[in-house]
């Protein structure tokens, strides 16, 4: 089963997720497994956003799959954000101190747009 939903925007690899509650165990591993997968698919653009619209809970187990992200984005010099976290979520990043890490914002666009201009791609510069 697909748990997460991969386009691009502009070039940004953009995630979001299937589940409004990511609270089973075996959906958060498939969640990390995927995870793994989207830094090879954001590794020509260097973008990365996740947009956790709609969820509503989350297990702790899942914002130590975000964290493991956060690494492996950091090692491949990839830029992640997160944005549209709802209320109850952001309390908890904010009592962990991991809005002080992650790079957090409101709204998708405002997201996209915090990456800054797009890149020009070698087919554009010929």
Excluded at 79 to 90: A, E, T, Y
Excluded at 96 to 111: F, G, Q, R, V, W
Aim: with cysteine; charged share 30%; proline share 3%.
């Amino acid at each position: 089963m697909k748990m997460l939903d991969v386009r691009d925007a502009r070039d940004v690899v953009v995630v979001s997720f299937r589940h409004t509650k990511i609270l089973d165990q075996t959906i958060i591993r498939q969640i990390g497994q995927d995870f793994k997968n989207l830094t090879l698919q954001a590794a020509a653009d260097r973008r990365l956003l996740l947009n956790l619209d709609g969820i509503e809970f989350m297990a702790s187990a899942m914002i130590g799959q975000i964290m493991s992200l956060y690494k492996q984005c950091k090692k491949d010099k990839i830029d992640l954000r997160l944005c549209c976290i709802s209320p109850n979520i952001v309390e908890v990043f904010k009592i962990t101190t991991l809005d002080k890490i992650l790079d957090i914002h409101d709204t998708e666009p405002k997201a996209i747009d915090a990456f800054g201009p797009p890149r020009k791609s070698w087919r554009q510069r010929q």
